[in-house]
């Protein structure tokens, strides 16, 4: 069974740090594009970061950028967000997506492959 499992979410404070870990079983990350999105209570689901499998495609959303970085460990089958400085505004359940071929997107139909999420709550 494909699957993807998301860890390291939890609350923290304002300007603290996360590192979120999107595990992948059943299959291997080495040729899937990775995107990170968010979904915060009443909005839609958006676009947090994507990158390649080559690894030079990183991309991030204005949001975001310069705050957090994708990573991929293809060893361990397994793709990072780490999440600095982060804000009240980052709360949501921030979600993996994984899809076959080499690109980087914010659209969530380009991603078959989906993890559960998990609940990043940034408060003082």
């Known amino acids: 069974q494909l699957q993807l499992v998301e860890s390291g979410g939890g609350l923290v404070q304002p300007g603290g740090s996360l590192r979120l870990s999107c595990a992948a079983s059943?299959?291997?990350?080495?040729?899937?594009?990775i995107g990170w999105f968010r979904q915060a209570p009443g909005k839609e689901r958006e676009g947090v970061s994507c990158?390649?499998?080559?690894?030079?495609?990183?991309n991030y959303a204005d949001s975001v950028k310069g705050r957090f970085t994708i990573s991929r460990d293809n060893a361990k089958n397994t793709v990072y967000l780490q999440m600095n400085s982060l804000k009240p505004e980052d709360t949501a359940v921030y979600y993996c997506?994984?899809?076959?071929?080499?690109?980087?997107?914010?659209?969530?139909?380009?991603?078959?492959?989906w993890g559960q999420g998990t609940q990043v709550t940034v408060s003082a």
């Open positions: 990158t390649g499998y080559s690894g030079g495609s990183a």
């Open positions: 997506a994984a899809e076959s071929g080499n690109f980087c997107s914010y659209s969530r139909d380009d991603y078959e492959y």
């Open positions: 059943g299959f291997t990350l080495d040729y899937y594009s």
